[in-house]
């Protein structure tokens, strides 16, 4: 348990769908990350959010859509994905962006299947 | 960030000292080596990060060379729950964290 939670845990969606994923976090921390793992491939840093303010869009599709309401609440919204677009979605934690500590938690992970 | 390298697998006997080496050749003064690891299909865990002296916690050790070009995690008795990969990770204060492809260990009886 770090902390972190996602859910769902899994979801199966057509491509014609709309979803979210949500992300909570206990931890009072402040910058909240989402990040894609496709299959054997590593985690590719999607989005960063810092106080609530995006900070980072790592060019990623406009089919994702992030929506960050508080520093404890973290949101991916999907529409019209593709099949590619299947993977194990983690969001995390730390307590800032910017400091020589910056250990982030992770939660355990939306395992997504685009049919 | 400095680019890293790690071997891209390693077995350990259960009960026996894991040790995992990663490069960092090009890693400048104000950047830090962190250490997570990713159990099957789970989130990455962190488990340790340092600047330029040996660190220990009650997961693991990190030993980094006086010049800093390369460290090592040792995971002092390893069992079948420390099979995962391991990343070994190279970030300055204001950048994010880039995950390679780690180095997968595997524990075996």
């Known amino acids: 348990e770090t902390g972190v939670t996602q859910t769902p845990r899994h979801l199966v969606m057509g491509m014609t769908n709309k979803k979210s994923l949500k992300c909570e976090q206990h931890?009072?921390?402040?910058?909240m990350y989402w990040y894609k793992q496709s299959a054997k491939k590593p985690l590719e840093l999607m989005f960063v959010y810092n106080f609530k303010e995006q900070t980072e869009n790592n060019s990623v599709p406009s089919r994702f859509s992030p929506e960050c309401p508080n520093s404890s609440h973290l949101f991916l919204h999907l529409h019209t994905l593709q099949p590619e677009d299947s993977a194990l979605y983690l969001c995390?934690?730390?307590?800032?962006?910017?400091?020589?500590?910056?250990?982030?938690?992770f939660g355990p992970g939306t395992r997504l299947t685009v049919l | 960030d400095a680019k890293t390298t790690q071997p891209p697998s390693m077995d350990c006997a259960e009960g026996r000292a894991a040790n995992l080496p990663c490069n960092h050749s090009?890693?400048?003064?104000?950047?830090?080596v962190y250490w997570y690891r990713q159990i099957h299909s789970q989130g990455p865990q962190y488990i340790i990060h340092g600047l330029k002296n040996n660190e220990t916690n009650e997961m693991a050790s990190l030993i980094i060379t006086e010049d800093r070009k390369s460290s090592t995690l040792i995971l002092p008795h390893a069992t079948l729950r420390d099979t995962a990969v391991y990343y070994c990770?190279?970030?300055?204060?204001?950048?994010?964290?880039?995950f390679g492809t780690g180095t997968r260990l595997q524990v075996t009886l």
């Open positions: 995390a934690s730390s307590p800032g962006t910017d400091s020589s500590y910056n250990e982030q938690f």
């Open positions: 090009t890693i400048s003064g104000n950047e830090y």
């Open positions: 931890l009072g921390h402040n910058a």
């Open positions: 990770i190279v970030r300055g204060t204001a950048s994010k964290l880039t």
